[in-house]
């Protein structure tokens, strides 16, 4: 079975790069997110691009897209900034930018 979608009912706009950083947006930042549940392991994967779109911001994770709030290997999508996203894990936070991998948000503040 195939199903055809058209950028426009997708929400995209043809010829535009979701990956181009738009002018001005709202920030989100982590402090939004310190209260929460921290976890022990680092996420093993790699953030090799971050779409800023508001609240509706993405990253390209491995070969996955991943909207905030949803999960990939466990870790859920809290925030996206300009080039770092933050995930949750059972009991701790990670902040991992593009330029490196996973960091402790403990070590980070």
């Known amino acids: 079975m195939s199903v055809m979608v058209y950028a ?3 929400g995209l706009v043809p010829g535009h790069n979701p990956f181009m950083r738009p002018g001005v947006l709202p920030q989100k930042t982590v402090d939004e997110h ?3 549940v ?3 392991v680092a996420p093993k994967f790699r953030l090799r691009a971050v779409m800023l779109a508001g609240a509706q911001g993405m990253v390209l994770i491995d070969e996955n897209l ?7 290997d466990g870790y859920r999508l809290l925030s ?8 949750q ?7 991992i ?3 490196q991998g996973a960091t ?3 070590d980070v503040f």
């Open 104 to 106: 402790d948000n403990n």
């Open 8 to 10: 426009e009912d997708a």
């Open 97 to 99: 930018s593009l330029d």
């Open 38 to 40: 921290r976890t022990s």
């Open 66 to 72: 991943i909207a905030i709030g949803e999960e990939v």
């Open 89 to 95: 894990g059972e009991d701790k936070q990670y902040q």
């Open 80 to 87: 996206v900034s300009e080039r770092m996203a933050v995930f």
């Open 34 to 36: 310190v209260g929460a």
